[in-house]
């Protein structure tokens, strides 16, 4: 398969309002409304994810798919998902919020644009068996644990003795150094 055809590929993402989210939930020491905020965002967002293609796939095809137009049914491949684990076993679905955030390795050689929602399917497919999303693994990244996209944040009260939000712990959500 012709690498430079994937080196041609779209990788314009504007994640700015994903990374400031980001931020802001790091910064509020868990603050559960930012977290809401946050995932509410991700959903909206277009993200980058690493793919393994079949090697049988022609570079008419590929070509194709990357410039966005529909495959016809007999042009149509599967594209095999990677996961990363961490130090313990479990499996995250890696995605990147910008091209600035993939640095070259070998264990993510093709990249693909697509919509944070399809991640979080991925996600909570039960085969697949995933802990959650890590997001931008490679630079710093921030851990989406499952339970956070199954979470109805509008049953979460306020704490009304110190008039805020209550804080959800850091081993529900790690965020990576």
């Known amino acids: 398969m012709d690498k430079k055809i994937l080196e041609r590929a779209s990788y314009d993402t504007d994640n700015a309002k994903l990374e400031a989210a980001i931020a802001d939930y790091t910064a509020s020491n ?31 095809v590929l ?3 990357l410039r966005g137009e ?15 684990s961490d130090q313990k076993g479990n499996k995250f679905a890696p995605a990147f919020t910008s091209r600035d955030k993939v640095l070259e390795t070998k264990e993510f050689p093709y990249m693909i644009r697509v919509p944070a929602e399809q991640v979080i399917r991925n996600a909570l497919n039960e085969k697949m068996n995933l802990g ?13 644990r499952r339970q956070a996209f199954l979470t109805d944040f509008s049953k ?4 009304p003795q110190k008039r805020q939000v209550k804080k959800v712990s850091r081993d529900e959500f790690i965020i990576l150094a």
């Open 156 to 159: 979460i009260p306020a704490d």
């Open 132 to 144: 959650g999303v890590l997001l931008n693994p490679q630079t710093g990244g921030f851990v989406f």
């Open 30 to 60: 868990n603050d559960i409304r930012k977290l809401e905020g946050l995932i509410k965002i991700f959903k909206g967002a277009q993200v980058l994810v690493p793919v393994a293609f079949p090697k049988q796939v022609k570079v008419t």
């Open 70 to 84: 529909p495959l016809g049914k007999d042009e149509s491949f599967p594209l095999f998902p990677i996961t990363m």
């Open 63 to 65: 070509e194709k798919m």
